[in-house]
């Protein structure tokens, strides 16, 4: 169930914007259309950024795409559009002025789709950060199950992980320490909950953000902040997500 919310909102994070999609089985490997011959073909960012649509009237945007993002080209639209395959889902971006297309081969596109999913999955845990950062210097609750309110430490990290990431966590801290798989220091990314106790007692839980920090509702004094992830012993590292 977790890998399936992942693969769902892995997109989430990566496009800024929840995406329903029936993925096709059709690739690009042979593509044609009003400028182009059959082949392979992939598309460059060359704008500081572009938008990629979800349709092809460019009405809905479906993500912001930056300098340098590359994809695979799935069909030319005529018109200066250009439809192409991100992860499992497909959008429009106009490349007139903006991108470079240019003929490729299946080893290329075959890395270029390893490579848009790894990335994927990096944007999808730092959207989950940003959710939760966006609560700093909210209240301290106990037995509160809302930042904006008022919240304790599980129900912080609960009620993040349902709002960014679709999951439902147990709502004490003991209880999600159970749920997911145990990581170690070594391996812990942003998005990974740590855990605080006394000896293999569990009282506290906290966010990974990246770059040594966690974020957490701590104390009445304190309410919502970061801290160092070690500023305490932790007891246990656990990846949630299911990536």
Not at 82 to 94: A, H, L, Q, R, S
Not at 153 to 182: D, W
Request: net charge negative; charged share 15%; proline share 3%.
């Amino acid at each position: 169930m977790i890998n399936k919310a992942w693969k769902t909102l892995g997109l989430m994070a990566f496009c800024g914007a929840m995406v329903i999609a029936v993925p096709s089985d059709v690739r690009a490997d042979e593509i044609s259309g009003p400028g182009l011959s059959y082949g392979n073909y992939m598309v460059t960012v060359d704008a500081d950024n572009v938008t990629i649509s979800k349709d092809e009237a460019g009405k809905e945007a479906l993500m912001t795409a930056s300098k340098g993002s590359a994809f695979e080209v799935v069909q030319d639209m005529g018109g200066g559009y250009m439809k192409v395959k991100i992860n499992d889902t497909y959008g429009y971006m106009p490349v007139e002025g903006n991108a470079t297309v240019s003929l490729t081969d299946e080893e290329t596109l075959a890395a270029l789709e390893v490579k848009t999913q790894a990335e994927a999955v990096v944007n999808f845990r730092q959207s989950i950060v940003n959710y939760a950062l966006q609560f700093v210097g909210g209240r301290y609750a106990y037995g509160g199950s809302d930042p904006r309110t008022g919240v304790d430490c599980s129900g912080f990290t609960r009620y993040v992980m349902q709002h960014a990431a679709g999951l439902t966590l147990n709502r004490s801290s003991g209880g999600q320490a159970s749920q997911g798989r145990a990581v170690g220091a070594d391996q812990m990314r942003p998005g990974d909950l740590i855990f605080y106790g006394s000896g293999s007692s569990i009282n506290h839980v906290a966010m990974y953000i990246g770059n040594g920090q966690v974020v957490h509702s701590s104390t009445y004094s304190t309410g919502i902040k970061t801290s160092p992830w070690n500023y305490r012993a932790p007891v246990k590292i656990v990846n949630v997500l299911g990536d």
